[in-house]
T-cell receptor
């Protein structure tokens, strides 16, 4: 079945440094959704990308969808301690079923 | 406006016991999903309801797992004869639309521990 690979598995940064997580698939993705899960919490929707080459920004977060719709990235500029958590990408089907990547655990040291 | 709620939040079961996990989706949300999240992993799809109809149950790991949503609102995930490998967080999510990618709102999950 469809698999979504996400790297890195872990990322430790100093507060103020940038952070990027990458999501890759061997097949074309229908759409990509990104979620954040705080420690002990549940996934919270961040954004959805649908179009090839799409770029969306939310304050310090920049999301990209590859031209071939086989990869995506999330970049955080100048991380803050509030950015701590696990970031998941997920491939969505036409009716909404999500196939999640393994997630990237972000730790931010003050 | 309440979000998705789940109960119980924590459940400890002895191997072989049956458990029932409840999900209250956001009012008016048509689509409801169940996911299983093992420690350190991403959520994995279990099943999908559109109103009361269970349209996709391809992710249910065995016939010990059963889900229902009889009135198109509250849903229950039942696990019979629990095994240790069933230990995980069970997440419920709902979304507003019938079709098309839409924001899924997740509940807090039920952490099931099977001893």
């Amino acid at each position: 079945g469809q698999q979504v690979m996400q790297i890195p598995q872990y990322q430790h940064v100093q507060e103020g440094e940038d952070f990027t997580t990458y999501c890759n698939s061997s097949t074309t993705l229908s759409n990509i959704q990104w979620y954040k899960q705080r420690p002990g919490g549940h996934p919270v929707f961040l954004i959805q990308l649908v179009k090839s080459g799409e770029v969306k920004k939310q304050k310090r977060l920049t999301f990209q969808f590859g031209e071939a719709k086989k990869n995506s990235s999330l970049h955080i500029t100048a991380t803050q301690t509030t950015d701590v958590g696990t970031y998941f990408c997920a491939d969505g089907t036409s009716y909404g079923k999500l196939t999640f990547g393994q997630g990237t655990i972000l730790t931010v040291h003050p | 406006g309440a979000g998705v709620s789940q109960s119980p939040r924590y459940k400890v079961a002895k191997r072989g016991q049956d458990v029932a996990l409840r999900c209250d989706p956001i009012s008016g949300h048509v689509s409801l999903f169940w996911y299983q999240q093992a420690l350190g992993q991403g959520p994995e799809f279990l099943t999908y309801f559109q109103n009361e109809a269970q349209l996709d149950k391809s992710g249910l790991p065995s016939d010990r797992f059963f889900a229902e949503r009889p009135e198109g609102s509250v849903s229950t995930l039942k696990i019979q004869r629990t095994q240790q490998e069933d230990s995980a967080v069970y997440l419920c999510a709902s979304s507003r639309r019938l079709a098309g990618a839409d924001t899924q709102y997740f509940g807090p999950g039920t952490r099931l521990t099977v001893l």
